[in-house]
């Protein structure tokens, strides 16, 4: 059997097609779980058994953060929301996972995203720090597609 070595990324880009486009440093939330729903049976003498079944699938919320620059894309995305144009709002997106030669090494596509949050940078002008900004991603679907 080959040895499979984890993949490390040094960046990650996002695509939300006409919405915007850019590089984040961190990304999180590219998942899913179900509900456990369990049955319970009885059987022959009174012995009961229980079964676990998967009920309602849910995707985490995604949660990118970047530097703050002078863009107004996510800003204005998330403005659509908050005047009550969500269906506007909604798109499909990918967030691209690259390695240290700059290959593409994952990709996640989600469906019917919309940006429940966004939250500006800890502003102190004690520190060198880089200003991030903060988007959560709301979503119906995610497929790893590579």
């Not at 144009?85 to 919309?114: L, P």
């Not at 709301?138 to 497929?143: D, G, Q, R, S």
Request: glycine share 10%; net charge negative; hydrophobic share 35%.
């Amino acid at each position: 059997m080959a040895r499979v070595d984890p993949l490390t990324s040094v960046s990650f880009y996002v695509d939300v097609g006409d919405v915007f486009k850019g590089t984040f440093r961190a990304c999180s939330g590219l998942g899913s779980g179900s509900e456990v729903i369990e049955y319970i049976t009885a059987g022959p003498g009174g012995r009961t058994h229980v079964y676990k079944i998967p009920g309602v699938t849910r995707w985490t919320n995604i949660v990118l953060k970047r530097g703050v620059t002078d863009s107004m894309d996510v800003w204005a995305w998330r403005k659509q929301v908050e005047e009550g144009k969500v269906e506007e709002a909604r798109s499909n997106g990918s967030i691209v996972m690259y390695d240290q030669t700059n290959t593409e090494v994952g990709r996640w596509n989600f469906e019917n995203g919309w940006p429940v949050k966004i939250s500006g940078p800890n502003l102190d002008a004690g520190t060198n720090e880089i200003a991030i900004e903060e988007l959560e991603i709301a979503h119906e679907k995610l497929i790893r597609e590579k």
